[in-house]
Every structure is written in structure tokens, then in C-alpha cells.
Nanobody, 129 residues
Framework: QVQLVESGGGLVQAGDSLRLSCAASGRTFKAAAMGWSRQIPGKEREFVREFVAAIRRSSGITYYADSVKGRFTISRDNAENTVYLQMDSLTPEDTAVYYC??????????????????WGQGTQVTVSS
């Protein structure tokens, strides 16, 4: 059984930074790709799951949404099966529940929710103005 456990969310002011962590448990699980998506408040989860960053395990290639490029940095610790999201220069528009996603198989479209089999429970990030 694979579980993703997120941590690091909270309430900050505009311009501040936060670092999210997501640890994947499961004795033999190795994620081929991991990513972070977010749900904007007031929108149905099933309709909006905007990916903001993703990373491939083997190559370390990273992907970013335009809205966070230059402010967010995704990284991974393969030995710990953990992915991080460093979020700098946060704005109120970044307020959302952030979900970690992981997939052990081949991921062709890192920003497509359908590519991922495993999801965390979500961590709230609130940025006040």
C-alpha cells in the first residue's frame, strides 16, 4: 500500500516563503515521477486540479506552470522517496490546497492528473495580503 504524506503548509504573508514536503511510503515503491497540484478555493476538486510543478525521478527534469515559474522550485530525494516544493515570493493567488502526486509507471504528460495513481491528502497554503 502506497501512501503520500504531505507537510509544510500554513498561513503566511505575501512575499514570504514555504517549503512543502511529500514522503511516499511503501517498501518497494519507487516513483518515476512526482508532482504538486493545487485546488483553488471555491472550485470543484474534480474540475480543477492545476499542476504547478513536476519532476522525473531518473533524469531530474522539472516542469513548472507559468504562474509559478521563477518562484517555485521542485526537488527530490530519491533515497527517501520524497519530493519538495520550495515556494518563494508567495502571493494571495497561491492560496490553495496543495496535493502531492506520484506514479511508478511511465509518465508521458507530467501535468495530467490521469497520469498519477497516488495522491496525498492535501495541505493548506494560505497567503494573506
Amino acid at each position: 500500500q502506497v501512501q503520500l504524506v504531505e507537510s509544510g503548509g500554513g498561513l503566511v504573508q505575501a512575499g514570504d516563503s514555504l517549503r512543502l514536503s511529500c514522503a511516499a511510503s511503501g517498501r518497494t515503491f519507487k516513483a518515476a515521477a512526482m508532482g504538486w497540484s493545487r485546488q483553488i478555493p471555491g472550485k470543484e476538486r474534480e474540475f480543477v486540479r492545476e499542476f504547478v510543478a513536476a519532476i522525473r525521478r531518473s533524469s531530474g527534469i522539472t516542469y513548472y506552470a507559468d504562474s509559478v515559474k521563477g518562484r517555485f522550485t521542485i526537488s527530490r530525494d530519491n533515497a527517501e522517496n520524497t519530493v519538495y516544493l520550495q515556494m518563494d515570493s508567495l502571493t494571495p493567488e497561491d492560496t490553495a490546497v496543495y496535493y502531492c502526486a506520484a506514479e511508478s509507471g511511465t509518465v508521458y504528460a507530467p501535468f495530467s492528473p490521469d497520469e498519477y495513481s497516488y495522491w496525498g491528502q492535501g495541505t493548506q497554503v494560505t497567503v494573506s495580503s
